[in-house]
């Protein structure tokens, strides 16, 4: 019997390592590398979650509307997404 690899598809660039139920360590260390070599914010949101720009108005604080975004709260918003993307692929 031959045990199952620790990355089940092999090692690709263009596609995240699949986990196949043994040796997470391992398979969350390559993921990581994975998702970083693509863009370290989507990382940052991976690990510090969604990105929702916000603006406070006499003590209030609000949800800030899209057409008001900066260009980089746009850019923070977006790895969001992508990290969602990236997440759900396996």
């Given at each position: 019997?031959?045990?199952?690899?620790?990355?089940?598809?092999?090692?690709?660039?263009?596609?995240?390592?699949?986990?196949?139920?043994?040796?997470?360590?391992?398979?969350?260390?390559?993921?990581?590398?994975?998702?970083?070599?693509?863009?370290?914010?989507?990382?940052?949101?991976?690990k510090?979650?969604?990105?929702?720009?916000?603006?406070?108005?006499?003590?209030?604080?609000?949800e800030?509307p899209?057409?008001?975004?900066?260009?980089?709260e746009?850019?923070?918003?977006?790895?969001?997404?992508?990290?969602?993307?990236?997440?759900?692929?396996?």
């Amino acid at each position: 019997m031959v045990d199952k690899l620790p990355f089940g598809e092999g090692a690709s660039i263009n596609r995240p390592p699949m986990f196949c139920g043994v040796n997470y360590q391992f398979w969350k260390v390559r993921r990581k590398i994975f998702v970083e070599s693509i863009d370290k914010g989507i990382w940052d949101a991976i690990k510090n979650g969604s990105f929702v720009p916000m603006l406070k108005n006499d003590k209030v604080i609000f949800e800030k509307p899209w057409s008001q975004w900066t260009e980089h709260e746009s850019k923070q918003a977006q790895y969001d997404v992508l990290q969602r993307t990236l997440l759900h692929l396996h």
